[in-house]
């Protein structure tokens, strides 16, 4: 369906943002970087050892970006 991961992470966005609509832009990206940034300050982004291990390195860098 998707041909690469950053369309289909740009759909994600578009329909996370159209979900929020009613929430100023300016305001939407504070907080939704705010968000993403907390995920940064947990000890791990995820709860499993399956995923800490597979995911936990490349998802931390996607979020530095």
């Known amino acids: ?3 690469t ?5 740009g759909l994600a966005l578009v ?9 100023p832009e300016a305001l ?5 970087e705010a ?4 995920f940064l300050d947990r000890s791990y982004i995820y709860s499993t050892a399956r995923f800490q291990s597979s995911l ?5 860098a996607n979020l530095r970006r």
């Not at 939407?28 to 939704?32: E, L």
């Not at 968000?35 to 907390?38: D, G, H, K, M, N």
């Open 28 to 32: 939407f990206r504070q907080r939704r």
């Open 56 to 60: 936990e390195e490349r998802a931390r």
């Open 1 to 3: 369906m998707f041909h």
């Open 15 to 23: 329909l996370i943002r159209q979900e929020y609509a009613f929430v």
């Open 5 to 9: 991961v950053a369309a289909a992470l």
């Open 35 to 38: 968000i993403l940034r907390s």
